[in-house]
């Protein structure tokens, strides 16, 4: 696991998107503290910088979100 600190501007970006339905789907909306992405910490590495380089692309194609799954530990 490990902790990120990103603009609240890349939550609007699709990408982000996917990854809040997939917190959502796992830990709900009802959890305290900070907001847990259940996705391996590699995998969000390479989105933040599509988002960091303001690259739309959409993710499904370009990289595998398999490691993104609400049956993976929380990172």
Same mark, same amino acid.
């Given at each position: 696991?490990?902790?990120?600190? *990103? %603009?609240? +501007?890349?939550?609007?970006?699709?990408?982000?998107?996917? #990854?809040?339905? $997939?917190?959502? =789907?796992? @830990?709900?909306?009802?959890?305290?503290?900070?907001?847990? *992405? %259940?996705? +391996?910490?590699?995998?969000?590495?390479?989105?933040?910088? #599509?988002?960091? $380089?303001?690259? =739309?692309? @959409?993710?499904?194609?370009?990289?595998?979100?398999?490691?993104?799954?609400?049956?993976?530990?929380?990172?």
């Amino acid at each position: 696991m490990k902790r990120f600190i *990103i %603009p609240t +501007e890349y939550l609007s970006h699709r990408a982000f998107g996917i #990854l809040l339905r $997939e917190a959502e =789907e796992e @830990f709900g909306f009802q959890h305290e503290g900070v907001l847990r *992405i %259940p996705c +391996e910490v590699h995998v969000f590495e390479k989105i933040l910088k #599509l988002v960091e $380089e303001k690259k =739309e692309v @959409f993710f499904i194609h370009e990289m595998s979100f398999s490691d993104c799954s609400s049956k993976r530990e929380a990172r």
